[in-house]
């Protein structure tokens, strides 16, 4: 073969080898071509996820940043205002002065958490060296720190909102002591009675519980027989008459004997306390003014409940009560001027009703003046007739062995005591005869939507109750009782 034939046979079989290893190349482009979006896909998503999170971290550090900077700037203007204060102080007439070497008690005196601001202490001295001059106790971050902390803890000890006061009080005498021996404090002649030398400083302490009469109430009203009501009126059906028997004589007519009925209408009206309140009151005031309300609210319906049953006239809304009942065994006397009490008179009211069943659970109903003139009754021999064993004993609180109630909602002008004549009642009988009814219980109500436009609020307790006399002739009462 010659050198030309040899070179074309090179040549082919090179271009074979060439044509082959293109052929591999574009097979192989051909089965990979398909994975190309997907992986695109993926690297896209990557990207996107990275830069997502960049930009999270770099708002997460602007908020905090802007935190830090609200926070200092808190802490700025508390210790500002400490300084205005302690600065007052020191105008009222000696209080801080400047001395050198002060450092040592109070760094004593510092706690971890202190110690770790006083980067914030040391911003806070320089704004009260600008103000008030580089020669103020109050320039050096540590004195800044620990007199802010001592009229934050001694203010805190005079309000009743903080616990822990033992520990409060400890700490107060700490940071004194280290006031005191660094000298950033004097004593200086300063006074409560005037205001400018130290009065406008001490807090006006307002104890947390209000002294009161505590009102006599619920003696009655819970101890009569209770009877719900489901509408505003409900009869209660009574015996008028009681049924009576006859002796008949041979072949004689029988005589009629049937009880007759009556009914006593029960009527539910409306009881209420409102009272109206700025909501500074409420939100300032050191005791807890609604819970207050309600107890003495609650107390008074109790009292007017109890005086109701007992001397109410029946003008609506209103009940009809023992001392205006018709029915009611009346022991009178002769004249308005009235009587002395007498143990005769008390047997009277007590055998007053007929039936032994006005005895049983019974209970004496009176004024202070009506269980004054008892306590007075006396035997021959100047004896108290009620029991009482020696001045260091109360006397006893039954006659006749029933219950003696005394209520001062019963006493005064237009109750059981008429000060016209200077006379009193005495009731007695049993208090299971008198019907107390409940139409809704009560209801505790606030809103401080009562008037918008000057922030008042508006607390009620309202209840709807009736009551009635349900055996009339079960009670007597001794009326016209002279009181000294």
């Given at each position: 073969?010659?050198?030309?034939?040899?070179?074309?046979?090179?040549?082919?079989?090179?271009?074979?080898?060439?044509?082959?290893?293109?052929?591999?190349?574009?097979?192989?482009?051909g089965n990979t071509d398909p994975l190309a979006p997907a992986v695109r896909k993926i690297a896209e998503h990557t990207v996107a996820a990275e830069q997502r999170s960049v930009e999270r971290q770099k708002a997460h550090e602007r908020a905090s940043t802007t935190r830090i900077d609200e926070v200092a700037a808190t802490v700025r203007d508390g210790f500002a205002h400490v300084g205005d204060r302690l600065d007052a102080m020191g105008r009222g007439g000696g209080g801080i002065h400047a001395i050198e070497d002060v450092t040592a008690p109070l760094k004593a005196a510092m706690t971890d958490?202190?110690?770790?601001?006083?980067?914030?202490?040391?911003?806070?001295?320089?704004?009260?060296?600008?103000?008030?001059?580089?020669?103020?106790?109050?320039?050096?971050?540590?004195?800044?720190?620990?007199?802010?902390?001592?009229?934050?803890?001694?203010?805190?000890?005079?309000?009743?909102?903080?616990?822990?006061?033992?520990?409060?009080?400890?700490?107060?005498?700490?940071?004194?002591?280290?006031?005191?021996?660094?000298?950033?404090?004097?004593?200086?002649?300063?006074?409560?009675?005037?205001?400018?030398?130290?009065?406008?400083?001490?807090?006006?302490?307002?104890?947390?519980?209000?002294?009161?009469?505590?009102?006599?109430?619920?003696?009655?009203?819970?101890?009569?027989?209770?009877?719900?009501?489901?509408?505003?009126?409900?009869?209660?059906?009574?015996?008028?008459?009681?049924?009576?028997?006859?002796?008949?004589?041979?072949?004689?007519?029988?005589?009629?004997?049937?009880?007759?009925?009556?009914?006593?209408?029960?009527?539910?009206?409306?009881?209420?306390?409102?009272?109206?309140?700025?909501?500074?009151?409420?939100?300032?005031?050191?005791?807890?003014?609604?819970?207050?309300?309600?107890?003495?609210?609650?107390?008074?319906?109790?009292?007017?409940?109890?005086?109701?049953?007992?001397?109410?006239?029946?003008?609506?809304?209103?009940?009809?009560?023992?001392?205006?009942?018709?029915?009611?065994?009346?022991?009178?006397?002769?004249?308005?001027?009235?009587?002395?009490?007498?143990?005769?008179?008390?047997?009277?009211?007590?055998?007053?009703?007929?039936?032994?069943?006005?005895?049983?659970?019974?209970?004496?109903?009176?004024?202070?003046?009506?269980?004054?003139?008892?306590?007075?009754?006396?035997?021959?021999?100047?004896?108290?007739?009620?029991?009482?064993?020696?001045?260091?004993?109360?006397?006893?609180?039954?006659?006749?062995?029933?219950?003696?109630?005394?209520?001062?909602?019963?006493?005064?002008?237009?109750?059981?005591?008429?000060?016209?004549?200077?006379?009193?009642?005495?009731?007695?009988?049993?208090?299971?005869?008198?019907?107390?009814?409940?139409?809704?219980?009560?209801?505790?109500?606030?809103?401080?939507?009562?008037?918008?436009?000057?922030?008042?609020?508006?607390?009620?307790?309202?209840?709807?109750?009736?009551?009635?006399?349900?055996?009339?002739?079960?009670?007597?009462?001794?009326?016209?009782?002279?009181?000294?």
């Amino acid at each position: 073969m010659t050198e030309e034939e040899k070179a074309a046979e090179a040549a082919r079989v090179k271009a074979e080898q060439d044509a082959t290893v293109a052929a591999a190349r574009d097979a192989e482009r051909g089965n990979t071509d398909p994975l190309a979006p997907a992986v695109r896909k993926i690297a896209e998503h990557t990207v996107a996820a990275e830069q997502r999170s960049v930009e999270r971290q770099k708002a997460h550090e602007r908020a905090s940043t802007t935190r830090i900077d609200e926070v200092a700037a808190t802490v700025r203007d508390g210790f500002a205002h400490v300084g205005d204060r302690l600065d007052a102080m020191g105008r009222g007439g000696g209080g801080i002065h400047a001395i050198e070497d002060v450092t040592a008690p109070l760094k004593a005196a510092m706690t971890d958490a202190q110690r770790a601001n006083m980067g914030e202490a040391r911003m806070v001295a320089d704004d009260f060296g600008r103000k008030m001059g580089e020669d103020s106790p109050l320039a050096m971050p540590e004195m800044a720190l620990i007199a802010g902390e001592w009229f934050q803890c001694a203010t805190q000890l005079q309000s009743s909102k903080f616990a822990h006061k033992a520990q409060l009080a400890s700490r107060l005498d700490v940071l004194t002591s280290a006031l005191e021996s660094a000298g950033g404090v004097t004593k200086a002649s300063l006074q409560e009675d005037t205001t400018t030398e130290g009065g406008f400083l001490v807090p006006t302490i307002v104890a947390n519980e209000i002294m009161r009469q505590v009102l006599d109430a619920g003696d009655i009203f819970p101890r009569a027989r209770q009877w719900p009501m489901t509408t505003k009126t409900t009869n209660v059906p009574n015996e008028a008459t009681a049924c009576s028997v006859n002796w008949i004589a041979e072949e004689g007519t029988l005589t009629a004997g049937e009880p007759v009925f009556g009914q006593t209408v029960l009527t539910a009206d409306k009881l209420a306390g409102r009272a109206t309140m700025s909501l500074e009151v409420v939100q300032d005031s050191p005791t807890a003014l609604l819970p207050y309300l309600l107890s003495i609210f609650t107390e008074a319906m109790a009292r007017e409940l109890d005086k109701e049953l007992v001397i109410g006239d029946g003008t609506t809304p209103a009940i009809t009560g023992i001392t205006a009942a018709s029915g009611v065994v009346a022991i009178t006397s002769g004249t308005a001027a009235g009587r002395a009490l007498t143990y005769a008179l008390l047997v009277q009211a007590y055998l007053g009703a007929s039936e032994k069943s006005s005895r049983q659970g019974a209970a004496w109903i009176m004024s202070k003046a009506g269980h004054k003139e008892i306590l007075e009754l006396v035997d021959g021999n100047s004896r108290p007739l009620l029991k009482l064993d020696n001045l260091d004993a109360a006397p006893s609180g039954t006659l006749f062995g029933s219950p003696i109630i005394v209520n001062s909602a019963l006493g005064g002008s237009g109750t059981l005591d008429d000060t016209t004549n200077s006379n009193t009642t005495i009731v007695y009988g049993p208090l299971s005869s008198l019907i107390a009814a409940t139409r809704a219980g009560m209801s505790w109500d606030v809103t401080d939507q009562v008037n918008w436009s000057t922030y008042q609020m508006d607390a009620r307790l309202i209840g709807r109750f009736g009551g009635a006399v349900g055996v009339p002739k079960n009670f007597v009462k001794l009326t016209h009782l002279t009181t000294a």
